[in-house]
Structure formats: structure tokens, C-alpha cells
């Protein structure tokens, strides 16, 4: 009897899932790429139709993989995924993916604390606060919208770096790290700028991450990412352990 076969008949269908991402993982069946048909399942893995159908129709219902009537099934292309609970360099993680980072600078400038800015950053209102806005691409489409706030005292020399050569999270991580970081993620409806700059259509909505970070010496940066919802994706996986004996720390 075949190994898979031999697994308890209602674990058997799983095995066959993790066989096709296993596979899809390892770039065999690419995003749009065909997967094998049933019938060529069955006959690799000697699994029933029924079995193998199961975990075809799973996938597919995970939005993993999409059925086209008299062509066959083929694996749908997932939105890239950046880590949540992590401080990520964009261009870092979208040069993993091996794809191609560009960046455009909107604009980068010093500019005086309002109310709200002097709050987050516990200055005086007007005092001298650095901002930068800059589009990050992948492959050509923008896939970011980074609106920054830097603290002079944090970052005296940003408003000297060309952000095209390096990225502003490389550059402020090249100063220090930070010791306390705060993330907050909103679904939310963009205004008409942030669409042009981003490219997409006004039905579209967005994922905001609002990020702030401290060092000893205080508030360093205040910023606001806006991703497209249909091009980017934010999530994380850890061990519960490790979790935990962070949290303990």
C-alpha cells in the first residue's frame, strides 16, 4: 500500500493539500500556473477522486487556487505579505520576493509642529518637525504610500539622504534602533491624492499602518503606510513560546 494511502483515511486529503502548496511554495505550479488535473493526481499520489477532489475544492475555498470551467485549475496569484509585528525594510522585502524596488520622493521637507505633532512628539507647536513623502513600487506598481514625521533631534541630517539610493526605515534603523515601537492597522477609504500616487481607482480601499517609535531619548518618528488592499497584505507567524518568553522579558 502507498505511504499516503496508508494515512488514516480522514487525514489523507490533507496530506494532498500540503503536497500542492508544498509544491506551489517551491515555485513548481507559479501564481496563474496550471496544477496537475485530478485524474493526474490520483495517478501520482494513488489517491481516491474523491480524496483528491476534497482538497482541491479546500484550496480553492481558500482562495489558493481557482477553477476555470474546461481548462483546469490553476493557482491564484496571493497578494504579497509583509510582517506585521516587525519594523520591515519594504525594498528588502520585496526584493525577496524577486521582484524589482523603486522609490519616488513626493516630497521632503521640514515643516512646523501643529497641535497634533506637537503631542506626539512633546515639543512646542511650531517647532521644526522633518517630513518626507515617498511612493515605493514593486515591479513598476506602487504598492506604498510612506508618510513620515522624523524628529530632528533623532535624525538631524534626514533631510540630507537621496531616499531613491536607500530606503528612510534602512536610514533611521542605521541610527538606532528603537526602543519601543507601536503599530495600528485601519482599513480605510484614501483620498483623491493618495490615489493618484498610489494608481488606483476610487472604488479601492487601503490598509493603513500607523507606526510610532521611541528611543530613550523620546518620540523619533511618527508615520502613516498606505498600502492598496489588493496589492499588499500584512500578517505574522510566531512561536507561542517565543511569544511568550518575549512578553516575560
Known amino acids: 500500500m502507498n505511504k499516503m494511502e496508508a494515512a488514516k483515511p480522514q487525514k489523507l486529503y490533507e496530506q494532498i493539500k500540503q503536497y500542492l502548496l508544498d509544491g506551489i511554495a517551491a515555485g513548481r505550479w507559479p501564481d496563474g500556473g496550471k496544477i496537475p488535473s485530478e485524474h493526474e493526481l490520483m495517478e501520482v499520489l494513488h489517491a481516491s477522486r474523491m480524496t483528491v477532489n476534497r482538497a482541491v475544492k479546500e484550496l480553492s475555498a481558500e482562495g489558493l487556487l481557482y477553477r476555470v470551467q474546461g481548462l483546469g485549475t490553476f493557482v491564484r496569484a496571493q497578494p504579497p505579505r509583509s510582517a506585521l509585528l516587525e519594523i520591515y525594510d519594504i525594498s528588502e522585502d520585496i526584493q525577496r520576493r524577486g521582484h524589482a524596488h523603486k522609490s519616488r520622493i513626493v516630497r521632503l521637507e521640514a515643516i512646523r509642529a501643529d497641535e497634533t505633532l506637537a503631542a506626539a512628539f512633546t515639543v512646542r507647536r511650531g517647532a521644526k518637525i522633518f517630513h518626507s513623502e515617498i511612493v515605493h513600487y514593486e515591479n513598476n506598481l506602487p504598492v506604498q504610500l510612506e508618510m513620515r514625521f522624523v524628529s530632528p533631534r533623532f535624525a538631524p541630517h534626514y533631510l540630507d539622504q537621496d531616499f531613491t539610493q536607500q530606503t528612510s526605515n534602512r536610514y533611521l534603523q542605521s541610527i538606532g534602533a528603537p526602543t519601543e515601537v507601536e503599530h495600528i492597522v485601519h482599513a480605510v477609504a484614501p483620498d483623491g491624492r493618495e490615489r493618484v500616487l498610489l494608481e488606483i481607482p476610487a472604488a479601492e480601499a487601503c490598509l493603513l499602518v500607523e507606526r510610532r517609535t521611541w528611543t530613550q531619548a523620546g518620540p523619533a518618528t511618527s508615520s502613516r503606510l498606505l498600502h492598496p488592499?489588493?496589492?499588499?497584505?500584512?500578517?505574522?507567524?510566531?512561536?507561542?513560546?517565543d511569544w511568550n518568553t518575549k512578553k516575560a522579558g
Open 229 to 241: 488592499g489588493s496589492r499588499y497584505s500584512l500578517g505574522s507567524r510566531y512561536q507561542i513560546a
